[in-house]
Each structure stands twice: as structure tokens, then as C-alpha cells.
């Protein structure tokens, strides 16, 4: 073998061992905690890298628990987004004991997202004997956090991810950027749907399963009547069902909503002995498969649902 064949191969051995050493650093590590959030961080990270999910499938993030694979992803984590103690309770200690070293995106603290209070009181009693919170200070109640449901929301935590991202990954920061002005491109075209098509429906009342879509009801002027429940881990006993009975008789509720994660006898005995109709709404697509097409999945069934109930189509 020539000499100039030994130092040819010489540097071409040399080059690729400093391949690795060359080589882009890995996407960061990301934890999420419900499936509409880690849609829209999938949605940013789309051709980079996915998002560690905890609460998987149609399982409550409101009586979640941490397996140790999640204990694990979160003791990883380079960032974890949650949209705050509202929903995902469950994430409050190991925030602080297993994602010490991780950045936390904490939505209804952040300035651009428009936070709005858990509703009590009236049709929207927190406070309610059937209630396991009943003697729970009011400061407590804190802020509602299903955000995702209104869809400027979703345009800012879009931003947000895109940041928080691109500060962690400069290398790429241009893929995050460009994946999240196509996701909010893509909101702009569902907010104007769903503007258009529920601007008709706007005086027609209905009562939801429990209080998830304050958001959705204040940005397009729905008139939600009240909520079978505050919290879907705790059913209502019988005399708030009797009370709610005479509410949507008062109310003229044309629609119940049930939602999908939940059992629907309930919803079909408290329509009884009314005029309103039943349909199904869900806050988190318990029954869409994660991903980065999930949020505008979930968000178009909620307006069939909305259209079809409320119109009695």
C-alpha cells in the first residue's frame, strides 16, 4: 500500500472519529404534563424531538399519580411545562424533590397567557355540601387552569415553548421558531372557525359536567349555565342533583355536556324530567392519540359537539 493511500486513510479514520465530538448535541428533554400542552410542544418540536407525556391515554390529571417511569423523566428533564397547581396537583412536591435541576414553564404565571379565576359561587358553588373542598379557603381556588382551551392562549404558549426552547437549543432555535409560526397559523385559522360557527349559538344555555371551559365560554360568548361538578373526581350527592335539575329547568338549558373520561349515567339521569338534550365536550382529548395534531383535534370535535348539541342538529 502507497504511502499516499496509508495517510489518505489516516485522516479519513481521523475525521470520523471527531464525528461525534462535531455532532449537534442532543434536543432537550422534555416533560409535559397533559395531552392538549404536549400537543402544542410536539408541535414545536416537530423534526427535532418528542415530548416526555405523563398523563397518558383518558386518565384525570386531577387523581394522577407519578409511575416511575415518569419519576424518572422527570429527574431528566431539561424542562418540564405544566399549566400550573389548578390541574396537575399531582406535579406540586415532585417539582420541587425530582425536577430540581429542570427550567419549569408554569403557564397561568406567565404575563401573555390570559388566566382567569376558578369560578365559585351560584351555578358555579365551589363550596357545595356534596363537595369534598367545601371547607377550603377561597384564596385557595387559585386560578382556573384548563388555558389551552381558548385558542390566543395556545398562540402564546406556542411562544413560549418556542423561547424557552431556543434558549435551551440555539443550535435550533430557526426549526422551533419556523414549527411554531405554522402551529399559530394553524390556531388562527381554528379560532376563525370556531368564531363563525358558534356566533349563532351565543344565547342558547347549557350545563357543562365540571367547570373545564371557562376559557372557551368567555372567548367566544358562550352561555354555560352551570356545572354538574367542580371537580370530576367528586360526583354530586342527590340534593345538588335535584338543585341542578331545577336550574337547567330555570335556565332553559337546551344542552348537558358528559364528558367522554367520565361514566354518562349521570348526565342522562339529570336530564330527566327536562327538555335539554345530552352531548359529550372533553377538556384534554381522553380519546385522541397524542401527538402535534391533537389540540386541533380536540378543539374541532368540542365545536361539533357545541354545534350539534345546541342547535339540535
Excluded at 11 to 23: E, N, V
Excluded at 85 to 107: I, N, W
Aim: aromatic letters at 6%.
Amino acid at each position: 500500500m502507497s504511502m499516499l493511500r496509508l495517510l489518505s486513510l489516516s485522516a479519513l479514520l481521523a475525521g470520523l472519529i471527531a464525528l461525534p465530538a462535531l455532532a449537534a448535541p442532543p434536543p432537550p428533554d422534555v416533560v409535559v404534563t397533559v395531552k392538549p400542552l404536549h400537543s402544542l410542544v410536539s408541535g414545536v418540536m416537530q423534526g427535532v424531538g418528542e415530548p416526555y407525556l405523563l398523563v397518558r391515554g383518558a386518565a384525570n390529571p386531577h387523581a394522577f399519580a407519578l409511575r416511575p417511569s415518569d419519576a424518572k423523566a422527570l429527574s431528566g428533564a431539561e424542562l418540564v411545562v405544566w399549566a400550573g397547581p389548578g390541574v396537575e396537583t399531582f406535579l406540586e412536591k415532585p417539582l420541587s424533590t425530582l425536577a430540581r435541576s429542570a427550567q419549569v414553564l408554569t403557564l397561568v404565571k406567565e404575563p401573555s397567557v390570559r388566566v382567569l379565576p376558578v369560578r365559585k359561587g351560584g351555578a358555579w358553588e365551589a363550596h357545595d355540601h356534596d363537595h369534598a373542598h367545601e371547607d377550603r379557603p377561597d384564596a385557595e381556588l387559585g386560578s382556573d387552569g384548563h388555558v389551552w382551551l381558548d385558542p390566543l392562549n395556545a398562540k402564546a404558549i406556542t411562544d413560549l415553548i418556542a423561547a424557552r426552547l431556543s434558549a435551551l437549543d440555539p443550535a435550533r432555535a430557526p426549526a422551533y421558531q419556523a414549527n411554531a409560526a405554522r402551529q399559530k397559523q394553524s390556531i388562527d385559522a381554528l379560532d376563525a372557525e370556531m368564531r363563525a360557527a358558534l356566533s349563532p349559538l351565543k344565547d342558547r344555555p347549557f350545563i357543562v359536567f365540571h367547570d373545564a371551559y371557562h376559557y372557551l365560554e368567555d372567548r367566544y360568548g358562550l352561555n354555560a349555565a352551570g356545572a354538574i361538578t367542580v371537580s370530576p373526581d367528586q360526583p354530586p350527592g342527590a340534593a345538588r342533583l335535584s338543585a341542578l335539575r331545577e336550574r337547567i329547568n330555570q335556565a332553559g338549558a337546551v344542552c348537558i355536556f358528559a364528558e367522554p373520561q367520565f361514566e354518562p349515567a349521570l348526565v342522562r339521569t339529570l336530564a330527566q324530567g327536562t327538555k335539554a338534550r345530552t352531548g359529550v365536550l372533553d377538556p384534554e382529548g381522553a380519546n385522541i392519540p397524542d401527538g402535534p395534531n391533537l389540540y386541533g383535534q380536540l378543539m374541532r370535535f368540542n365545536l361539533r359537539s357545541l354545534v350539534d348539541c345546541l342547535s339540535g342538529g
